[in-house]
């Protein structure tokens, strides 16, 4: 088994901003969450495995995060030119991104047995198996927090950290829950 203090060093090799041990008891489902996603706004409902309802009911998630009694949650935070730099969210978002996705590859190198959730949808495969054949890498496809039901601000608040840091900034959240 990983020790916590291990998996925090491994995230902040990965350049989040920040990587803290959270509390796992502190992921809460909120099916006004969930409903959400059902509006479909970011176009991807019902189109992949790792969105709902591909991820399961809530009560599937709820299963889910059960099994698991350690969490981190990793930060990428950065500053913007104003609320319009809509390429500073973009460049911020793929920073983020490559930095979490390379941090759940290491885990799952380690063999750490895990659930990591991200900010968006899984992008491993180009074009996902949903619904016609199953996940090709069902041990290393991640949900959004959000398609699990979670406020993100809520479970960064429950942990003690920060979601906004001020004008003109922008903060990207991720978690893996572990054994």
């Not at 990983?2 to 990965?14: G, Q, S």
């Not at 609320?83 to 996705?101: A, I, P, V």
């Not at 993100?152 to 003690?160: A, M, R, T």
Request: with cysteine; hydrophobic share 35%.
């Amino acid at each position: 088994m990983a020790e916590i203090r291990d998996i925090l060093d491994l995230a902040n090799e990965n350049g989040f901003t920040k990587a803290i041990e959270m509390e796992v008891s502190s992921v809460l489902l909120n099916p006004e969450v969930r409903k959400m996603c059902a509006t479909n706004k970011c176009q991807m409902y019902d189109t992949n495995w790792a969105c709902p309802p591909g991820c399961g009911t809530l009560e599937e998630c709820e299963a889910k995060v059960a099994k698991y009694k350690h969490g981190v949650l990793v930060q990428t935070t950065g500053e913007l030119e104003d609320s319009f730099d809509f390429e500073g969210m973009e460049e911020l978002k793929q920073k983020h991104d490559e930095s979490f996705s390379n941090f759940v590859d290491q885990l799952y190198n380690l063999k750490v047995k895990m659930l990591p959730l991200g900010d968006g949808c899984c992008q491993i495969c180009k074009k996902c198996t949903y619904p016609d054949e199953k996940c090709r890498f069902p041990e290393k496809a991640f949900s959004s927090m959000e398609a699990f039901g979670i406020l993100v601000s809520d479970l960064c608040k429950l942990n003690n950290v920060d979601y906004y840091y001020g004008k003109n900034t922008l903060t990207y959240v991720g978690c893996v829950l572990f054994d």
